[in-house]
Each structure stands twice: as structure tokens, then as C-alpha cells.
């Protein structure tokens, strides 16, 4: 059973404008969530995280938000860049060492 | 300062053969991971390390070994493989950070084909 879902598998954005991509999950549990970016070929790479004590963390371009009745996290990258294009999964923990991901979505920034 | 290195990049096996997928850190991170990607899935955990000595299952550890050699290298080990372990194969590595969290840092992966 999938805790954490990625209903959008893909995306696409104006480059300048926003891009919202947005994950959902079961587990009342998972206590810190992170977004990972991978681009082809390579491992994914470590992007924004947000303990569940807090709503919102912000770095740079890119927001994450945290709404925890409703067991939803977006994350908002402002402007979007091509260079942003890229497959983003989120991601949960317990607070074991497990993180569970979702199926990523795939998001395009056309120039 | 090369983070999380993985061997072999791609790999094609025979149903039954075994081979050992490597994975190293240089970030000195006590705990170390093995996942797989399936397409329209998202990464899932094979096993991990929480130190160095020590190994636990995660979510789909079937068919698979993993020995932590020391504290930089974890190896995954399929012993005799099958089609369904066609995959790629991601190791990670993490240290819990000044915020009392952590963050996993991946390797470039692995593709596996077995036919």
C-alpha cells in the first residue's frame, strides 16, 4: 500500500511562472519530508525538507508547504527555471531510519 | 569529496546468475542504504545499515544480501537472480544534521537487466 502518493505524474510550466507539485500521505506518523529532484541517469539529490512541527520552509526559489490535516505537501518553485526540469519525488519519515517516496511527478519548464 | 559512488553503472545478467552490487561513501556517514526503482513506482527500501555492523530489512528485502563491509561500503547481493529484479539499484548514505534530522545522499545508480 503506497503512503505516500504523487497523483500528477507529470507537469508542465511556462519558464518565469510557478510550479506547484503536490503530494499526499496516510501514515500520521511521518514526522519529516523532504523533496528530492533526480534528472536522468543519475541519483536523486537532496532539494527541501520540513520537520511536521512546522508549515512552511522556504530556500530560495523553492517553498514547501505542510498541511497536516489534510496529510498534504506541496512544493512551490518560483520562478521556474528549464534547468528545473527534472522527475521531483517526495518523500517521508517515521523517524526510523525508512523513508517512504512517492512515484514522483515529472516536471517540464518550457522556455 | 566523491559522496556516494556505485559499481557497476549497468549491469546484464541470466536468470539463476548472482553478482554483488557495490556502493561506497566518503562523507563518513554512519548509515547507509539500498533501494530499487521500478518504473511507475517510487524508490523502495531493500535493506539498510543504521551502523557500521549492523543491517536491517526494509520494505521488499527478497532475494537480496547486503553486507556492510566497513563504515564507507555497503554491497547488495543478488544470489541467484531473476527477471523481476530487473531494476535500478540506488544506494544512499546519511548522518542525522545539527537539526536533529537527516538527510539521505544518493549514488548514481545501477541499472540491472536480467533475462
Known amino acids: 500500500d503506497q503512503q505516500v502518493k504523487q497523483n500528477s505524474p507529470s507537469l508542465s510550466v511556462q519558464e518565469g511562472r510557478i510550479s506547484i507539485l503536490n503530494c499526499d500521505y496516510t501514515?500520521?506518523?511521518?514526522?519529516?519530508f523532504l523533496w528530492y529532484k533526480k534528472y536522468p541517469a543519475e541519483g536523486p539529490t537532496f532539494l527541501i525538507s520540513?520537520?511536521?512541527?512546522?508549515d512552511k520552509n522556504e530556500d530560495g526559489r523553492f517553498t514547501v508547504f505542510l498541511n497536516k490535516s489534510a496529510k498534504h505537501l506541496s512544493l512551490h518553485i518560483v520562478p521556474s527555471q528549464p534547468g528545473d526540469s527534472a522527475v521531483y519525488f517526495c518523500?517521508?519519515?517515521?523517524?526510523?531510519?525508512?523513508?517512504?517516496f512517492g512515484t514522483g511527478t515529472r516536471l517540464t519548464v518550457i522556455p | 569529496n566523491a559522496g556516494v559512488t556505485q559499481t557497476p553503472k549497468f549491469q546484464v545478467l541470466k536468470t539463476g546468475q548472482s553478482m554483488t552490487l557495490q556502493c561506497a561513501q566518503d562523507?563518513?556517514?554512519?548509515?547507509m542504504y539500498w533501494y530499487r526503482q521500478d518504473p511507475g513506482m517510487g524508490l523502495r527500501l531493500i535493506y539498510y545499515?543504521?551502523?557500521?555492523?549492523?543491517?536491517d530489512k526494509g520494505e521488499v528485502p527478497n532475494g537480496y544480501n547486503v553486507s556492510r563491509l566497513n563504515k564507507r561500503e555497503f554491497s547488495l547481493r543478488l544470489e541467484s537472480a531473476a527477471p523481476s529484479q530487473t531494476s535500478v539499484y540506488f544506494c544512499?548514505?546519511?548522518?542525522?544534521?545539527?537539526?536533529?534530522?537527516?538527510?539521505?545522499?544518493f549514488g548514481p545508480g545501477t541499472r540491472l537487466l536480467v533475462l
Open positions: 544512499a548514505s546519511s548522518e542525522v544534521g545539527s537539526t536533529n534530522q537527516e538527510t539521505q545522499y
Open positions: 520540513i520537520s511536521s512541527i512546522k
Open positions: 501514515n500520521s506518523m511521518f514526522d519529516y
Open positions: 518523500a517521508a519519515r517515521t523517524g526510523a531510519n525508512n523513508l517512504f
Open positions: 545499515s543504521a551502523s557500521e555492523g549492523t543491517t
Open positions: 562523507m563518513n556517514h554512519n548509515s
